[in-house]
């Protein structure tokens, strides 16, 4: 074989490995893309769960604070706890 023949075989070959790595590359940005924007978002579901806790605490809090019945309180922060995950229960199947 020539030494031009040679040379030529090999810009084939490294350009098709060169294209198909350029490939994977690229469907492994998508996929990252996609993990990345659902991480993204259970991250705002978690912040919005966060918030409306700590405003149930507060309330809570107050409600002690001005003497109220302290084991109603109590019952109260956990009643309104279960009623928002089974609110996030009953989204979830509807999203299925």
């Known amino acids: 074989m ?5 040379m030529d075989v090999f810009f084939v070959v490294a350009t098709a490995a ?4 350029a490939i994977c590359v690229c469907i492994m940005l998508a996929y990252a893309t996609k993990f990345l924007r659902t991480l993204d978002r259970i991250a705002q579901e978690v912040e919005e769960e966060a918030q409306e806790i700590r405003e149930d605490l507060d ?21 309104k706890g279960a009623k928002r995950a089974a609110k996030h229960t009953k989204r979830r199947k509807t999203r299925s």
């Open 2 to 6: 020539d030494e031009f023949f040679k």
């Open 18 to 21: 060169t294209a198909v790595v």
């Open 59 to 79: 309330e809570m809090r107050e409600e002690i604070r001005d003497g109220k019945n302290r084991f109603l309180s109590l019952f109260s922060f956990f009643g």
